[in-house]
């Protein structure tokens, strides 16, 4: 049997997502259960997908897909349709010996410096387009704390706990999953600790 060529096996598999639609794909075992989301018009690489302890029963079906981007906490926000506090904004940072991880805090946050090197003992220093990619899987924009390499250790930041529920991204631009905090710390991959690393809010100026 001949085999096919990268070039067109890519063109196989996008004629047959133009046929037949979104392809949700799970990969059972042991342990875990690969969930990947193929959608017709979009790169592979930008397809949603997550590691997910089994049995992860309601999960896979809970990914939101968009028309619009959701790339930025603002456009997630007007996507989902909550205010950006509640988007789980996933940051990507390299630690001293060069050791990619993952922050996810609340969307209206940003890292606090000095907490950050106070935690990490060193400065915040995130990663560049090129590195997000090649470290997490996920471009920026689609990036999050699911389906990560086991190098990649994920931390939680206290300012989502402010929330019942929260909307990280899962994996592509135009994506969202409703999660509870305890979900969140649940299902994202290589969780290491919750953490206070951001600013505290300003309060609103008085009228």
């Known amino acids: 049997m001949a085999e096919l060529s990268p070039a067109s096996a890519g063109d196989a598999v996008a004629r047959l997502l133009a046929a037949a639609g979104p ?3 799970l990969d059972i075992g042991s342990g875990t259960q690969d969930v990947l989301l193929a959608l017709p018009g979009e790169r ?3 397809w ?3 590691v997910l302890p089994s049995p ?3 999960i896979a079906d809970r990914i939101r897909e968009f028309d619009v981007s959701s790339a930025t906490v603002e456009l997630a926000a007007v996507a989902v349709g909550v205010e950006g506090a509640r988007i789980a904004k996933s940051m990507s940072f390299k630690l001293a010996d060069d050791a990619p991880i ?3 805090t609340a969307g209206d946050r940003k890292i606090d410096n000095a907490k950050y090197k ?3 003992h060193v400065k915040a220093k995130m990663l560049t387009f090129d590195e997000a990619c090649a470290f997490t899987g996920h471009a920026p924009g689609g990036v999050c704390s699911f389906a990560l ?3 990649v250790k994920t931390y939680l930041d206290v300012s989502l706990k402010r929330f019942d529920t929260v909307f990280p991204a899962a994996g592509s631009a135009n994506s969202a999953i409703e999660m509870t905090c305890d979900e969140l710390e649940k299902y994202s991959s290589n969780f290491v600790a919750w953490v206070d690393v951001c600013k505290e809010k300003a309060p609103a100026p008085q009228a």
Do not use: C, D, H
Request: hydrophobic residues 50%; aromatic residues 14%; charged residues 15%.
């Open 23 to 25: 392809i949700l794909s």
């Open 44 to 46: 592979a690489e930008n």
């Open 48 to 50: 949603p997908r997550f």
């Open 56 to 58: 992860a029963l309601g």
């Open 102 to 104: 993952i922050i996810v």
């Open 118 to 120: 106070a935690y990490f």
């Open 149 to 151: 390499p086991e190098n």
